[in-house]
């Protein structure tokens, strides 16, 4: 695992967007993965500043996120459809035909998910996949415990899970109990893992992320196993890290 630090949120945001430009100059047709939460906005930002700045084109790009929560319509503000049109694809020269979002409020949602990972692998596969992590490890919505050979499936998401991102909701009990997320194989697959993290909240995960076995309790732990993942952390994220680190040279 390649691992860059940076000072802060916004470092990391900065430097994260400069490799997502590289790569949507560098590929002719390049296929995205992208990412949801707080952690990945400050780069969104950046990548529509490029864009205004006439940097970069989107009009070759595909992208497929990893995620949506079950229940939510497209328009419901909470929903990961409305954050990444709002985010990202209002803002650039993105067809909606080539942005994908699964669908939560699928009829069908064991279709939606095969629909979902059949059309990733039409595409070619993901290039890059944008990545954050949850405080319990999970990333997409592959909760602790998730088999590692999951493909695009329906979860019920973790008390933990729904305690964090109630911060975006009126209250907790708003927040919907289940999600479909890309499996951790369909991640595992994607040819260039960029994996952001940023704050102290996060610290106790990012030790387990490199210094914890691999195991499904902990399922960011199998990006160890990804020949190419490059995880960028700010100073904060990293402090547990460095502590440890330091320990054990005195
Ligand atoms: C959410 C998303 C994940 C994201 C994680 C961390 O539950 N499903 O894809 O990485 O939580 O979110 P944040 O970046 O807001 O800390």
Redesign the pocket.
């Known amino acids: 695992m390649q691992i860059t630090e940076v000072k802060n949120y916004d470092e990391m945001s900065k430097k994260a967007s400069e490799i997502i430009m590289k790569r949507i100059q560098d590929l002719p047709k390049p296929v995205l993965g992208l990412?949801?939460?707080?952690?990945?906005?400050g780069m969104y930002k950046e990548l529509v500043q490029v864009y205004v700045d006439g940097k970069i084109s989107f009009s070759n790009t595909t992208t497929y996120n990893?995620?949506e929560y079950i229940g939510l319509p497209r328009e419901d503000k909470n929903s990961?459809r409305f954050y990444m049109n709002d985010r990202l694809f209002s803002h650039v020269d993105i067809s909606k035909e080539q942005t994908n979002v699964p669908n939560g409020m699928a009829k069908d949602l064991k279709e939606e998910c095969n629909d979902y990972e059949e059309s990733i692998k039409k595409s070619g596969g993901i290039d890059v996949q944008v990545?954050?992590?949850?405080?319990n490890g999970?990333?997409?919505?592959n909760e602790p415990g998730t088999s590692f050979q999951t493909a695009t499936h329906v979860v019920n998401?973790a008390p933990s899970?729904i305690q964090?991102?109630a911060r975006f909701f009126e209250s907790e009990k708003d927040v919907p109990k289940q999600?479909i997320?890309m499996g951790i194989q369909s991640i595992m697959k994607s040819k260039e893992i960029l994996l952001?993290i940023?704050?102290a909240?996060?610290a106790d995960a990012v030790y387990q992320l490199l210094h914890g076995e691999v195991s499904e309790v902990f399922p960011a732990s199998i990006l160890q196993q990804h020949p190419n993942v490059h995880l960028i952390a700010d100073e904060a994220a990293l402090s547990k890290v460095k502590e440890n680190g330091m320990r054990s040279l005195r």
């Open positions: 990412a949801t939460g707080s952690t990945p906005e990893l995620d990961y990545l954050g992590i949850g405080v999970h990333i997409g919505f998401l899970t964090a991102n999600a997320t952001l940023s704050g909240k996060k």
